[in-house]
């Protein structure tokens, strides 16, 4: 929408400074001005006035920047209002000028006309960029984890979608469901602090377990879920066998040893598997649930 409101506004000064010369170029050899010179003037004051509210409503449209308060949210206007305030002061004071039959200064007046309308291009091309920043951002939000910063939910579904869709590769992809055992402990017991920290650790420590290539994302509470392009059981199990290490190394949180573990199920899926990405997870899910009971059965 900016980009458009841009173009219009490069337009309008292409339109208004020709008509400014043209109108006012007369006064400058007379003393009076003629009737199509005052046209030719009207014209100019006119397609000034539209440009303004062109780049009005182009500031109007912008929105405040995110994290700032509720009160700040009407920024954007005001700034319209100034420009706009700004904008308007060389078509009215030619016309005032023409009002009182004195010629108006037709260099000063075109040189003012063309740095005010740069002011406001270069004002909109900055608020463009921010709020091209912006939507990154909130695309970011999105797809990302705010805590760990891995892919979320959505997103690793997406990717294992893509994966599994017929034709895009002929190689296995294997799943493998992660759920972290003694956390619970640590985010009631330390607070949730000590929670996240851990969980960013472990985040951290599960990217460096895997592969170049493989998908590392959290899909809620202390779930994460790795995603292994072109690996079969085996290359799927000894990415769990790596991970299982890197996981259960002691955290330091104040002073204190955290030790954290991780149960983990393994689902895979061949070439022209027609299962769906969330049948594919919850299998993985199920097998870690039975690796799970079958770890409490044998502690006791």
């Given amino acids: 929408m900016t980009g458009a409101a841009v173009e219009a506004a490069l337009a309008g000064m292409c339109v208004t ?12 050899a007379e003393a009076g001005a003629s009737a199509a010179a ?5 014209a100019g ?20 920047e995110g994290g700032r308060a509720a009160g700040r949210e009407r920024e954007p206007a005001i700034r319209a209002r100034r420009l706009a305030a700004a904008l308007l002061i060389i078509p009215v004071g030619a016309a005032v000028a023409i009002g009182c039959g004195r010629p108006p200064d037709v260099i000063m007046l075109c040189a003012g006309q063309v740095m005010i309308t740069m002011v406001a291009l270069l004002r909109i091309r900055q608020l463009d960029r921010r709020q091209a920043q912006q939507k990154r951002a909130l695309d970011h939000q999105a797809r990302f984890d705010e805590l760990t910063g891995l892919p979320n939910r959505r997103d690793v579904l997406a990717r294992l ?17 992660c759920d972290l055992n003694g956390f619970k402990p640590i985010n009631d017991g330390l607070g949730h602090e000590a929670g996240d ?27 994460f879920l790795v995603i292994c392009p072109a690996a079969g059981a085996i290359e799927g199990m000894q990415v769990a066998d790596r991970i ?9 949180w104040a002073g204190e040893q955290l030790h954290i573990g991780v149960a983990m199920g393994i689902a895979t899926a061949a070439a022209g598997d027609e299962r769906t ?10 097998a ?13």
């Fill in 161 to 177: 979608d893509h994966l599994l869709m017929p034709g895009t590769s002929t190689a296995p992809v294997s799943v493998l469901f």
């Fill in 45 to 64: 004051v006119m397609a000034s006035a539209a440009f303004v509210g062109a780049a009005a409503q182009v500031l109007r449209t912008i929105p405040a």
């Fill in 17 to 28: 400074v020709p008509l400014w010369l043209a109108g006012l170029g007369p006064m400058l």
């Fill in 277 to 286: 990405a969330d049948q594919l997870i919850a299998e993985a899910d199920e």
């Fill in 38 to 42: 005052k046209v030719l003037t009207l």
């Fill in 288 to 300: 870690m649930y039975v690796r799970k009971r079958a770890m409490k059965q044998r502690t006791g």
């Fill in 244 to 252: 299982e290490t890197e996981v259960g190394a002691p955290i330091t």
């Fill in 197 to 223: 920290q851990v969980l960013r650790v472990v985040a951290h420590r599960l990217s460096a377990a895997t592969r170049h290539g493989d998908v590392v994302g959290r899909i809620g509470g202390d779930e």
